[in-house]
């Protein structure tokens, strides 16, 4: 005696694949397609001025980079680069580093872009300061160090 078969799902029926790849969308990176004429000309708007590109954006989304935080960063690499010049890149590191901490605070207040500016201007200006200072020292105790610098004191 045969039973009739089961309602549902039939277990001799085609499977479908388990490793087959998923259908692909298309690339949205593909180039347009091709008009089938290459002489056309292409759509253009109603004024006769109107630019064929979009603009360029001429500021950053979040607003204009605090100037103080440019000036910060530059004079504390001035100040860095000129700490072994007898003191002299204490001036521009310690004007930086108030500057940073000037423009951190505008900033804030403002919403303005150059914070990451303001802080390498902050370091910059402390590192020239430091160094500047170390400089300075050496400078100090290689002249009190130097036998003919107190012999000429003496002397004249």
Known sequence: MTYPPPAGHD????QPDPYAQPPMAPDPYAPP?????????PPTSGSP????????????PGGVTNGMAIASLVLGIVGVATCC?????????????????ISLK???ERGQQGRGMAIAGIATGWAAVALTAIMVLLLVIGII???NFWNEIQNS
């Open 49 to 60: 001025y109107a630019t064929p590109y979009a603009a360029y954006p001429s500021a950053a």
């Open 11 to 14: 277990p001799f029926a085609p």
């Open 85 to 101: 010049c007898y003191g002299m890149g204490a001036l521009p590191g310690l004007i930086g580093a108030i500057l940073g901490h």
């Open 33 to 41: 397609p091709v008009s089938a004429n290459p002489y056309s000309t």
């Open 145 to 147: 160090n130097d036998p």
């Open 106 to 108: 505008q900033i804030k």
